[in-house]
């Protein structure tokens, strides 16, 4: 059973809202997951969906009426919010299910006259054009509020402050410069390379709005945001000048030196919406990436000129340089022999019946991570699930109450972040001595053949992840198996664990591109049963012939477990895949490990003695 985790009083914060919502002569209150800066994840007072509904996954947007809520969460969190949510009290929406409405639909069915609040800088532009089309549709008034209400209910009577009044968190920890010897370029070379894309897409000033892309831009990193490396700022580019919004008594001296030598204006957080009008009055066109700009920040450029595009920064930071593939390469190694270190552990605990939790597995894990070279922090909270709890896919809450059973799967999902690089890597394993039961065997192997499928894949130029995703399922289909998730995501050079717009994926529009780097993660989940996840991450190389093809290189070093698989399953090919894998992870790990993970993984890799 999973664990029942404390929760909010709900009613009494709905209760709170509603009052708020008479008081503004509202009908409704829109309560995204995203935060200022369309965050993944968010400081505990950006938590506003989870105050206000007691879930806790990082996707999932709510709408709170007067008398009636909805949720709305993706297949990842099906199984996790009919866990955490008073059904009684809020309408779970279970998205990709074709019984289904939307959110969407559910708004444009609230009636001719609902009047629908909304903070707009908690929304993207696009997400906001969605909901005005929606509105309007169904004779909905869209009211865009002044103040986050769900912060008022939060906090009584004091009104939450938008970026000009600054906010009521308090960041403290430095912000400090990443050298050039990790990001592979200067603040200069890399606003240059922007500058280059502005001028192609006829644009005279750029707002960057999340917070990887200030980070990446000005070569800087910080701690305000849970697992990733980012700090609470705006920024602005234009043809001739850049300034970067933040907390300027937190920037280190280093940090300070490298933005006045590239030009930098260094400015108060608060200061952004008082320049970005200033700034576009002067440099109009202002470019505006719907995807990835809050309304917010859109509705600070009244009666200015602005352009649709695709945020150049997106694009510069997915293709990484050299030198941030070689820091990749170096922090997944680490990772990967942590993980292996992890792994051996738990089979001894077992082996000698040393009763483990799930929370004990995370705990041992995170202590591994920390003792490889330029340990910064998790990437994202470990995934430690037992038995059945492994079919929940997000699930963040180890337990220390749930142990690891003999004759049940265990899967371990976790990544760190380390000087110059992010990982994030998923093994699902057999707990007990000898192969696993013919079930369980069968579903991995198919799992495994569906990864197989991807990681061999070439393709040419311009292929998107869209049609990957496919390949990558279809031998699933054909045991009559799937996952409720993409099949990868892209991920950043010591930044963020999520990161865009590559990804391999049923919605994927971005071509694939030497460089990039992709999670590999197809799955298998059943509740009350289990679940299965196998990840990697892989870079996008080039293969040389056909001319301007592609394929993948694996980052991730981490045997597979040989007791679930069923080899009888497997062609020539995927097991010379799986042979050629596993001894290129013993070779590359067995002289840096202690004697005893040396003879575990020469075990694991089904070179030793079985």
Not at 80 to 104: C, N
Not at 184 to 206: C, I, N, P, S, Y
Not at 225 to 251: C, H, M, W
Not at 518 to 540: D, T
Request: glycine share 10%; with cysteine.
């Amino acid at each position: 059973m999973t664990r029942i985790l404390p929760r909010l009083d709900i009613p009494a914060c709905l209760q709170q809202l509603r009052q708020l919502l008479q008081e503004k002569d509202l009908d409704g209150f829109w309560v995204p997951s995203a935060d200022e800066h369309l965050n993944e994840y968010l400081p505990e007072n950006r938590k506003r969906r989870q105050w206000i509904t007691g879930f806790t996954g990082s996707a999932g947007d709510a709408l709170i009426g007067r008398d009636k809520a909805w949720l709305w969460v993706d297949p990842r969190y099906h199984e996790q919010a009919e866990q955490e949510v008073d059904l009684s009290l809020f309408t779970l929406i279970k998205g990709g299910l074709p019984d289904q409405p939307s959110l969407m639909e559910i708004i444009e069915a609230l009636g001719s006259g609902f009047r629908l609040g909304v903070d707009p800088f908690t929304v993207s532009v696009a997400t906001y054009r969605q909901l005005k089309t929606h509105t309007q549709a169904g004779g909905v008034l869209l009211i865009p509020t002044s103040e986050n209400l769900v912060d008022r209910a939060r906090q009584g009577s004091t009104p939450d402050s938008k970026p000009s009044e600054g906010v009521s968190e308090s960041f403290t920890q430095p912000i400090y410069a990443v050298p050039t010897s990790l990001s592979g370029a200067t603040v200069t070379e890399k606003l240059g390379q922007v500058r280059k894309q502005m001028q192609q897409k006829r644009v005279g000033l750029l707002p960057l709005t999340k917070l990887d892309q200030v980070a990446w831009l000005f070569n800087l990193r910080g701690s305000d945001i849970p697992y990733n490396p980012v700090f609470r700022a705006y920024g602005l580019v234009s043809t001739q000048k850049a300034a970067l919004f933040t907390d300027v008594e937190r920037l280190s001296p280093e940090a300070q030196s490298s933005l006045q030598e590239a030009g930098v204006e260094i400015l108060s957080y608060a200061s952004y919406v008082e320049h970005l009008p200033l700034w576009a009055r002067n440099d109009a066109p202002v470019g505006l990436d719907a995807k990835h700009t809050t309304q917010g920040t859109q509705n600070l450029l009244q009666n200015v000129a602005c352009r649709d595009l695709d945020h150049p920064v997106e694009a510069l930071k997915a293709i990484k340089n050299p030198v941030e593939l070689e820091q990749m390469r170096r922090a997944n190694r680490r990772a990967s022999r942590a993980k292996i270190r992890t792994l051996a552990w738990i089979d001894r605990q077992i082996q000698q019946g040393i009763p483990i939790s799930e929370a004990d597995v995370a705990a041992t894990m995170k202590r591994h991570y920390q003792e490889e070279e330029g340990w910064v922090g998790l990437s994202f909270n470990t995934i430690a699930g037992a038995g059945p709890n492994s079919s929940i896919i997000h699930y963040g809450t180890p337990d220390p109450n749930m142990l690891l059973r003999v004759g049940e799967l265990f899967l371990l999902d976790s990544g760190a972040q380390y000087e110059g690089g992010t990982t994030d890597d998923t093994r699902t394993v057999w707990i007990g001595q000898g192969a696993a039961n013919p079930l369980c065997q069968q579903r991995y192997t198919e799992v495994l053949k569906a990864h197989i499928q991807c990681a061999r894949q070439i393709f040419p130029p311009d292929t998107y992840g869209a049609s990957l995703d496919g390949i990558t399922r279809s031998t699933l289909w054909h045991a009559g198996l799937d996952y409720g998730h993409g099949t990868g995501h892209g991920v950043g050079a010591f930044l963020n664990v999520h990161e865009g717009p590559n990804g391999i994926h049923r919605r994927a529009s971005t071509a694939l591109k030497v460089g990039m780097i992709n999670s590999i993660e197809p799955g298998y989940y059943l509740p009350g049963w289990g679940g299965i996840r196998i990840e990697n991450l892989y870079e996008v190389v080039a293969i040389g012939e056909p001319k301007g093809w592609m394929g993948f290189r694996s980052l991730t070093w981490i045997p597979f477990d040989r007791r679930l698989i069923d080899w009888g399953r497997l062609d020539e090919a995927q097991t010379a895949w799986i042979d050629h894998y596993h001894q290129q992870v013993y070779e590359l790990h067995h002289a840096t490990l202690d004697e005893q993970d040396a003879a575990w993984l020469k075990q694991a890799c089904g070179l030793g003695e079985p």
